[in-house]
């Protein structure tokens, strides 16, 4: 029986290089979407309904925890941090926020491993979403952080050549209201 692989999912776009990666993997794989983050309502949706769309045409195995009644949290954990720049310390208390939450779900089903696609993106750090997912692997143990940088190996460009061939939508932001760019 192949290991499980929950993959923190942020958008269709950032799914599209690491699914490939994963295809011939030996793993059951996961792309479990959660972003309490992303505002608007309707963006967020927008961004839902395009995972959905996007797993549906491949068959990918997909999980969807609903963001309503995560909203007040993921505020109540960046509160006083509203006004950081990107990659600043919003990003990393709202990075750390997300994976946690996949690896619980990730406990709930019993998977072994937890990684993101967030580290295909050149906004990201992977170096940063590396630590946190080490730290909660210690916190979730046994269950393991896999640490892929999606962004290696022209990952970055990969996954918007295959998004623009399969005409995904693509947002200008990061997906909270803080990071919308003026």
């Given at each position: 029986m192949k290991p499980k692989l929950v993959i923190h999912t942020c958008c269709a776009v950032c799914m599209c290089y690491p699914k490939t990666l994963f295809e011939n993997e030996n793993y059951e794989?996961?792309?479990?979407?959660?972003?309490?983050?992303?505002?608007?309502?309707?963006?967020?949706?927008r961004r839902r309904d395009e995972f959905i769309n996007y797993a549906k045409s491949f068959n990918i195995a997909i999980h969807i925890e609903e963001n309503q009644k995560y909203i007040e949290k993921w505020y109540n954990d960046i509160k006083g941090f509203e006004k950081e720049p990107e990659k600043g310390a919003r990003c990393y208390i709202c990075f750390k926020h997300r994976i946690n939450?996949?690896?619980?779900?990730?406990?709930?089903?019993?998977?072994?491993?937890?990684?993101?696609?967030?580290?295909?993106?050149p906004h990201k750090n992977s170096k940063v979403i590396e630590e946190i997912g080490?730290?909660?692997?210690?916190k979730y143990s046994p269950i393991k952080y896999l640490h892929v940088?999606?962004?290696?190996?022209?990952?970055?460009?990969?996954?918007?050549?295959?998004?623009?061939?399969?005409?995904?939508?693509?947002?200008?932001?990061?997906?909270?209201?803080f990071s919308i760019r003026g």
């Open positions: 794989t996961i792309f479990y979407f959660y972003n309490p983050n992303i505002y608007p309502i309707k963006e967020y949706e939450k996949a690896f619980e779900y990730a406990k709930n089903i019993n998977a072994q491993y937890v990684t993101t696609v967030m580290t295909v993106s080490n730290s909660l692997a210690e940088d999606f962004k290696k190996k022209d990952g970055f460009k990969k996954t918007n050549i295959i998004a623009n061939e399969v005409g995904l939508y693509r947002q200008n932001y990061c997906g909270c209201e």
